[in-house]
């Protein structure tokens, strides 16, 4: 059996001046966070396409009023009893002074579609600087190559296509053979440079690598005993012909509970997932 329930919750701060507004139901546009107050602790995530029910709002804050159901089984108390007053549950005691912790969520909007990390390696890397400016060197030796191979085999392909339009058969096919079999050999370098660079650049993180975490189904992750620092923040998300690359420099300060989360206001850059035809 279901229990039906209804959660207002108050999406953002600041004094209400423009005052209530005529409820009106509205679909969430993007995945956003929901926060007790404006700025204040988050509560979860709201999906794109949620649908909310408006209570206030004004230029920079909106409180909504969200509707839904839960399993019986998952609500205190069964059907009929009375509910007993709530214990307020005690916060949970603050890490030691020389501990902190970070978590957050791995999510991206692309071609208007909200894309979760899920289940993604999510790397906290100790020397920020240092370990960023080796991955950058090595990522851009990689494109220079890459690219490179890249040409050679399009400069391949053209002349496979121009030798049969010969007129001599025998030597078009000729031609032919010796462009495709010269540019197989081109592809199989390209595989095996690409391998290779993804190898070291996934060696030069894990050499000053802090900790890793795999992100849970909603791309959720948490490190939540860490000692203070300067670190690095590296994951990556495949989707489709795309390949979203974080690498945030974050600080943690002794006893800090730093949420950050991987969006694209701070997506370090994106590229296009080679394919080998």
């Known amino acids: 059996m279901l229990r039906r329930f209804l959660t207002v919750v108050p999406i953002a701060l600041l004094a209400f001046q423009a005052g209530p ?12 966070e929901l926060t007790r107050e404006p700025g204040g602790e988050r509560l979860g995530l709201l999906s794109q396409g949620l649908p909310v029910t408006i209570l206030e709002q004004n230029e920079r ?11 019986t089984a998952d609500v205190e108390g069964a ?29 991206v909007v692309h071609e208007g579609k909200t894309l979760v990390g899920s289940s993604t390696t999510v790397r906290l890397v100790r020397d920020a600087e240092g370990t960023k400016a080796r991955v950058a060197v090595l990522r851009g030796g990689c494109i220079e ?14 002349l496979m296509d121009s ?26 370098k390209l595989k095996s440079h690409d391998a290779e660079c993804t190898r070291q650049m996934d060696e030069a993180l894990a050499r000053s690598e802090a900790a ?21 923040l590296a994951t990556w998300v495949d989707a489709g012909q795309t390949r979203f690359v974080w690498e945030v420099a974050v600080t943690l300060r002794p006893g800090e509970r730093l949420v950050r989360d991987l969006t694209n206001t701070n997506l370090s850059h994106s590229t296009a997932i080679p394919t080998y035809k």
């Open 21 to 32: 507004t005529d409820t009106a139901t509205r679909n969430i546009q993007t995945m956003t």
């Open 61 to 71: 804050w909106t409180r909504v009023q969200i509707e839904g159901w839960v399993a």
């Open 79 to 107: 059907p009929g009893e009375a509910l007993p007053i709530p214990t307020p549950v005690p916060p949970a005691p603050a890490p030691a002074a020389a501990s902190s912790s970070l978590s957050g969520s791995i999510f």
């Open 145 to 158: 190559k890459h690219e490179s191979l890249m040409q050679e085999a399009a400069r391949l392909k053209k």
């Open 163 to 188: 030798a049969m339009k010969q007129e001599d058969a025998s030597a078009a096919f000729t031609k032919f053979d010796e462009a495709k079999w010269a540019r197989r050999d081109v592809i199989d």
């Open 212 to 232: 890793r975490v795999l992100a849970n189904d909603g791309g959720g992750f948490a490190f939540p005993d860490v000692a203070p620092g300067d670190y690095l």
